[in-house]
């Protein structure tokens, strides 16, 4: 295939460029196009498909309408808490002062959530937040939001650009003048020349086997970045949700919503035995009921408006604490037919209830799993679902390293610490969307367009063509399955130095093959050339993954190692791991975390 | 051990100018839906083969196609729903044009959405929060179930026939009916749903409530009511506004008013006059 004429290449010049139309691409379109700027959306997919149609039990922001207790104070502490306290403090704080505002913003879009019985928005427990706080659209949350933001952005003077991907930002060394990608549906080029870019991409849940993920969960922000010159940061934090589908094999990993737990349904094991009551950790063992009769007072009470003096149920402890006490039970022979635990809501709540509070989670066993949730329990397994890791950003501006490059939602780090609370991300994204929007658009105010530069630009052309041009090498399918056994089996759930080394030679192995990848056909909608291209992004968030666990000699969060099990109060308690591109490949480095000030540490001491 | 059993699937290969169905033998495994038999196919068999995913879940819409002649989701569609020796023949949404294979050009959606005003709420109450019963909304909650998966347009014979002359098909008649019955918009849309988006070319065969996977009555609890509206309620403002403070179609429930009643009856009477005028 000869390498087309590069002067012909379709070219499009905004103000703010962003890249990826979830939740926190949307929202921050929407504020850079408040400014009056030029504004591009590329998307992976077609408008309104991105993952944030999947988040499903809530957005959790203090609005303190269910307990007015409520407020952000609490829900900071709550978010420290869960992220082991390796958040980035400032990025916790604005999180949780600015939620709130973010959601009542989506009522004034159309937005409908439950209401509460005085008309105002209903909200529900969830795992680690001390009061019921998730504003929620029974389990379709992130659809409600999703379409909420896309209804009104169609109508903010947005372009969207619909399966585009971006396969290289171009920065021309020094910061940011612009992206190359392709058109899905012809395969053409099309080059942006921008101002400023938000890189909005979400996750990399495809790394893993078993994962909640939809296929464009390929890590492409992170590597966008990683090759432009922005660092990652905290890349071994690894969320497996604790409920995902096990059986059948075709659904394995399938989201279950944590909002079965927060609507009192618990987990069992193959000897009917609550499993959660013997893992409460330390950090939790004060605010944690230690009977079944305290944990369903409190369930019960908690959700019916009275200020329950029980303690919370186990249930809805943290999601790296519930999916490690599966794994253990599991492991230790109590597991459920097809290798996981039993999640029972049919024998505590009513079936009227159940369908009418987790319609489409009765849909989905119903079609899919063969199972009527209102008479018999759930299988649920761990599966991979979020990254707490990804591009560094100065937290009052989501900025990287490189001047005009911002990050937001899931492929930013910082916000989450070592582990993220449910309900925290569908926040995370409005929040951090609109502040990287508007950083986006006065920085685009402030400065003029830089040319671009027009050999990045052939050598992205020549990089996105090479697998049509060799004779023969490796199908990009194959190595992708072999790349989500690896990771799921040496830097899965629970890791240690020897499964982290074999996972590294095998992604070393497997980057090579990559770079030898062979395609055919055309260029028209040729899902073996988007699967090798997403390859090299996986393969770059793989390594840093890897590479990140392996550096960190302890268990924390979302990063569990065999070898060091425990939470460690001193090195490790204080450092977060950086990874950047260097000459000699990817290097990483600890840097010391940044102590919140005074009157912030008095906020995390009360209470 | 259980004996690998496997199945034939036709799958549409072709473009705009064109194809045919070809067979793939692909080997099942349980709960094995069409979306991953197409996968098995295109990791195994033909890489270049052309279908547009993302959740495998049911929840974003996009593996929209025909199987057997029927709209459905892939994701959603499970081998074993199929006799055993029935042919399994896949094929692209029949209303919109073909890019490639089971892919289509579903950009027609995203030109109409584009087309209906939007949300335009009341001001909030005086504690700035805004007041809505439960009651009051369960019927545009269902609504907005919808994944825009586009195959009640698929299905829908005046969007086949007639859509180049602006029919919004049941997807946005949905979306304006959301907005109608929206307890806090306050943009009168009657004008446009009747001359612009065309209602009255529906005349409710509930083809597309039938394919519809997320279950939405799209034509009883939707365009019905809409229809109605539009024509009883077309010279009646105060009663289009009573209708939408209550948030269902206005005789069944009533409910108290909010305070910013009167000043929109003004202003939509006010706006009313001037287009008369």
């Known amino acids: 295939m000869a390498i087309p004429d590069q002067a012909k290449f379709e070219r499009h010049e905004h103000d703010v460029l962003i890249i990826g139309a979830g939740g926190a691409g949307l929202r921050a379109a929407i504020e850079a196009s408040a400014g009056g700027l030029s504004v591009g959306l590329v998307c992976k997919s077609l408008l309104g498909k991105a993952h944030t149609v999947m988040a499903e039990g809530g957005v959790a922001a203090a609005l303190g309408y269910v307990e007015p207790k409520d407020n952000w104070k609490v829900h900071f502490r709550d978010t420290m808490k869960g992220g082991r306290y390796l958040n980035q403090w400032r990025m916790a704080q604005l999180h949780a002062m600015e939620a709130p505002d973010r959601v009542k913003e989506l009522e004034e ?83 942006f020349h921008a101002k400023a870019i938000v890189v909005a991409t979400g996750g990399v849940g495809r790394c893993f086997r078993i994962n909640s993920n939809s296929w464009e969960c390929t890590g492409d922000g992170q590597a966008l970045a990683y090759f432009a010159g922005a660092e990652l940061m905290d890349m071994e934090f690894m969320q497996f949700h604790p409920t995902g589908m096990v059986w059948p094999p075709s659904v394995r990993g399938t989201l279950i919503t944590e909002g079965v737990r927060g609507e009192g349904g618990t987990l069992r094991n193959s000897e009917g035995k609550r499993i959660m009551f013997g893992y409460i950790p330390e950090l939790y063992a004060n605010e944690t009921a230690t009977t079944e009769a305290e944990a369903d007072q409190w369930l019960r009470e908690s959700t019916s ?87 560094r950003v100065d937290p009052e501006t989501q900025e990287s390293r490189i001047r005009g490059l911002f990050a937001a939602g899931e492929c930013a780090a910082g916000m989450h610490g070592a582990n993220r609370l449910g309900g925290n991300s569908l926040s995370d994204l409005l929040v951090f969307g609109r502040i990287a929007g508007l950083h986006a658009s006065r920085y685009a105010k402030a400065h003029g367009v830089p040319p671009l530069d027009e050999d ?60 030898r990848v062979k395609v055919d056909g055309n260029r028209q909608y040729n ?49 977060n ?16 975390h940044a102590d919140p000030p005074p009157e912030i540490q008095n906020v995390l001491d009360e209470a | 051990m259980t004996m690998t059993k496997t199945v034939t699937l036709r799958v549409f290969r072709g473009d705009s100018q064109g194809g045919q169905l070809e067979p793939y033998e692909v080997e099942t495994y349980p709960g094995m839906v069409v979306l991953d038999a197409i996968h098995d196919i295109q990791a195994k068999q033909e890489p270049t083969l052309a279908v547009r995913w993302n959740c495998k879940a049911g929840r974003c819409g996009s593996c929209s196609a025909e199987v057997n002649g029927k709209p459905r989701l892939m994701c959603m569609t499970r081998i ?198």
């Open chain 1, 109 to 191: 879009w159309g937005a409908l959530f439950d209401r509460t019985a005085d008309g105002r928005i209903l909200q529900r427990n969830f795992g680690g937040h001390k009061y019921p706080r998730l504003a929620h659209v029974g389990d379709r949350t992130g659809l409600e939001m999703i379409r909420t933001l896309q209804q009104h952005g169609i109508h903010c003077g947005i372009h969207v650009y619909m399966e585009c991907t971006v396969t290289r930002l171009l920065t021309g060394g020094d910061r940011v003048r612009g992206a190359f990608g392709y058109w899905r549906d012809s395969g053409r080029f099309v080059v």
């Open chain 1, 305 to 391: 408006g009275i200020a329950s003096k029980a303690r919370r149920t186990p249930d809805l402890l943290p999601r790296d604490i519930v999916a490690r006490a599966i794994h253990s039970e599991v492991k230790a022979g109590r597991g459920s037919p097809h290798g996981g635990v039993f999640l029972d809501i049919h024998s505590r709540r009513s079936a009227e209830d159940i369908k009418r509070k987790l319609p489409a989670m009765y849909h989905q066993f119903k079609e899919l799993g063969d199972v009527d949730i209102t008479r018999a329990p759930m299988e649920v397994g761990p599966t991979a679902h979020y990254t707490m890791g990804g591009i």
């Open chain 1, 456 to 515: 990045e630009i052939g050598v992205a052309a020549r990089e996105a063509l090479a697998p049509f041009e060799r004779v023969e090498g490796p199908n990009p399918f194959l190595l992708h399955e072999d790349l989500k056994d690896k990771m799921q089996t040496f830097v899965g759930i629970i890791r240690s130095e020897e499964d982290l080394r074999k996972g590294l030679e095998h992604i070393a192995r497997l980057a090579e093959a990559t770079a």
């Open chain 1, 527 to 575: 899902a073996s050339w988007h699967q090798a291209i997403d390859m090299r992004n996986m393969i770059v968030v793989s390594d840093a993954m890897a590479r990140a666990a392996l550096a960190r000699k302890e268990s924390r969060g979302g990063h569990a190692r065999e070898d060091f099990p425990d939470m460690d109060k001193g090195h490790f308690s204080k450092v």
């Open chain 1, 577 to 592: 791991i950086v990874v950047r591109r260097a000459s000699a490949g990817m290097e990483i480095e600890e840097v010391v």
């Open chain 2, 80 to 277: 074993s729903h199929f006799r055993e020796g029935e042919p399994i023949d896949v094929t692209p949404m029949k209303s919109f044009p073909v890019v490639k294979d089971l892919v289509t050009d579903v950009s027609f959606n995203f030109e109409m959405a584009k087309k209906i005003p939007p949300f335009k709420p009341r001001p909030r109450d005086p504690d700035g929060t805004w007041r809505m019963q439960q009651k009051d909304i369960d019927r545009i909650q269902e609504f907005r179930k919808c994944i825009e998966c586009f195959l009640c347009q698929d299905v829908c014979h005046v969007v086949r026939d007639h859509k180049k002359e602006s029919f919004a098909g049941p997807r946005f008649l949905i979306h304006l009916a959301t907005l109608d019955m929206h307890p806090l918009d306050t943009l009168d849309r009657r004008e446009l749903v009747k001359d612009r988006f065309k209602i009255g070319y529906c005349n409710i065969t509930k083809c597309c409530s039938e394919v519809c996977p997320e279950q939405i009555h799209i034509t009883d609890n939707g365009i019905i009511p809409l229809k109605e509206r539009v024509a009883d309620d077309y010279f009646d403002p105060i009663r289009w506004l009573l209708a939408k403070a209550s948030g269902q179609d206005g005789k069944k429930t009533k409910v108290r008013l909010p305070l910013s009643t009167d000043a929109a009856v003004e202003t939509s009477a006010a706006t009313r006059a001037e287009k008369a005028g």
